[in-house]
């Protein structure tokens, strides 16, 4: 097959290898499925590990076994009532909208890294907004309040969360791929890439190799696990500009010169 190349191969064997109703529904749930849970699993041995814990954002409180089973039950009772029928739902829509996943349309390399960019960018506005309002008085004691259960969260409680609230995330995740419905094999990247950083997001680690120490508008575990402290403030889901440009990080700011200045002074 002189002039196909690597890529085009794969792809070709994945959508020869699925009818095109399973590839938009199916393999999209699956792919949801192996990238959130599969991204848990170092975390949970890092839990388990005595050398991480330098590295965690809230050292004093550990994950137990009953929350991380009640964790789980909702998680699977939103993932395949929810998350899997929403899934039925918006691939037809993108169906009409020009979605495609044939070899002939494979976007280059850059326009899927720039599609990429733009969909997170897109996600972490509605999402702010969306999260903001979650927090008035009335939302969050009807279904935010769930989320926040846990003030030191953990990896799997990234979509531990009211149904309402799940509708919602699923809503600001797809709503640039909504917008400019991309190629299938974009969505499916960027789908493993979403489930990856809002697992990451609520860690409770801050390594040294993490994200936001080497890209600093992006927010990850280190502004996030504050969020779950406080219950107010950073509700972006993934970068900072928002939260910077409306105000609504000044109490993380505050805590983290604090922090910075009881550093200096120890050392």
Known sequence: MA????????????????????????????????????????FLLFESISFFQRWKLQPEKRTDTPMLKNCVARLLVNHF??????????????????????????????????????????????????????HTPYLYKKVHHIHHEHSAPFGL???????????????????????FAPHLLTLYIYLALRCIQTVECHSGYDFPWSLNRWFPLYGGAHFHDHHHRIHSGNYSSTFTW??????????????????????????
């Open 81 to 134: 009532l929810l998350v899997f029928p929403i899934i039925m739902f918006t691939h037809p829509v993108m169906d009409l909208m020009g979605a495609d996943h044939s070899v002939e349309t494979l976007p280059t390399p850059s326009f899927i890294l720039f599609q990429l960019f733009l969909f997170f960018l897109i996600e972490d506005f509605v999402f702010y907004w969306g999260h903001r309002a979650l």
């Open 3 to 42: 002039g196909v190349t690597a890529v085009e191969y794969l792809w070709r064997t994945v959508i020869e290898s699925f009818s095109e109703y399973q590839l938009k529904t199916i393999v999209t749930f699956v792919i949801h499925e192996s990238f959130y849970w599969g991204s848990y699993l170092p």
């Open 157 to 179: 409680a990234a979509e531990y969360a009211h149904p309402l609230e799940v509708v919602f995330l699923g809503a600001a995740t797809l709503a640039g791929p909504m917008l």
């Open 242 to 267: 928002v939260d910077a440009l409306f105000g609504t990080d000044n109490a993380f700011q505050a805590w983290r010169r604090k922090r910075q200045l009881a550093k200096s002074a120890k050392d």
